[in-house]
């Protein structure tokens, strides 16, 4: 347990359908971050929020849509999304202090668009 | 750009020592990491070194760090069945201490 929750752990979609994942970190932490995990691929940063301000787009296109309400939280909305879409999307969280910035991760959530 | 990269599988027999190894691009990298993720999780942190360290000893865990050559090391002494899963070396940005640099993973198979 590492103090970084995901949910779902798994979801099914189709390319029509409109999701979101949840992410949740009771750490206390300031920085939250979006990852992509595909197969024989190195993990990928899609998004980084910094006190809820975004500080990194990825080059990720706009059907993956990122929300931070809160230093706490943290959505990425899905619609429209293609087969290739299919992938681990982890979500960590860290204490921006400047230094060493440790990345705590979540479980992640399969993904699977038919 | 920056790069990290490992090789994909290491097969060791239980008590015996693993290796992992990363070879890495950015000289300028503050701190290097090693994860870990076991099947069906997230990536759990090991062990960072701050890049002025040539080794950092963590009870089983023992990582060398050679900057002239930009090479990166994880020792697993007495690795056990528990230790099996994927490995990932990481690099800080060399633009941003909070963007890592993830290599592909090493998968470590410990074999009874």
């Known amino acids: 347990e590492t103090g970084v929750t995901q949910t779902p752990r798994h979801l099914v979609m189709g390319m029509t359908n409109k999701k979101s994942l949840k992410c949740e970190q009771h750490?206390?932490?300031?920085?939250m971050y979006w990852y992509k995990q595909s197969a024989k691929k190195p993990l990928e940063l899609m998004f980084v929020?910094?006190?809820?301000?975004?500080?990194e787009n990825n080059s990720v296109p706009s059907r993956f849509s990122p929300e931070c309400p809160n230093s706490s939280h943290l959505f990425l909305h899905l619609h429209t999304l293609q087969p290739e879409d299919s992938a681990l999307y982890l979500c960590?969280?860290?204490?921006?202090?400047?230094?060493?910035?440790?990345?705590?991760f979540g479980p992640g959530t399969r993904l699977t668009v038919l | 750009g920056e790069d990290v990269e490992q090789s994909l599988f290491l097969s060791v027999r239980e008590g015996d020592s693993s290796v992992i190894n990363c070879t890495y691009t950015?000289?300028?990298?503050?701190?290097l990491y090693w994860y870990k993720q076991e099947p069906g999780a997230g990536l759990q942190l090991l062990t960072y070194?701050?890049?002025?360290?040539d080794m950092k000893q963590d009870q089983r865990l023992t990582v060398l760090l050679n900057k002239k050559d930009k090479h990166l090391s994880l020792r697993i002494a007495d690795t056990q069945t528990g230790d099996s899963a994927i490995y990932f070396c990481?690099?800080?940005?060399?633009?941003?201490?909070?963007?890592?640099?993830f290599g592909s993973g090493t998968r470590l198979l410990v074999r009874p």
């Open positions: 960590a969280s860290s204490q921006d202090r400047g230094g060493v910035d440790t990345q705590y």
């Open positions: 750490l206390g932490h300031n920085a």
């Open positions: 929020y910094n006190f809820k301000e975004q500080t």
């Open positions: 950015d000289s300028s990298s503050t701190y």
């Open positions: 070194i701050f890049s002025n360290m």
């Open positions: 990481a690099e800080t940005d060399m633009d941003s201490s909070y963007k890592l640099i």
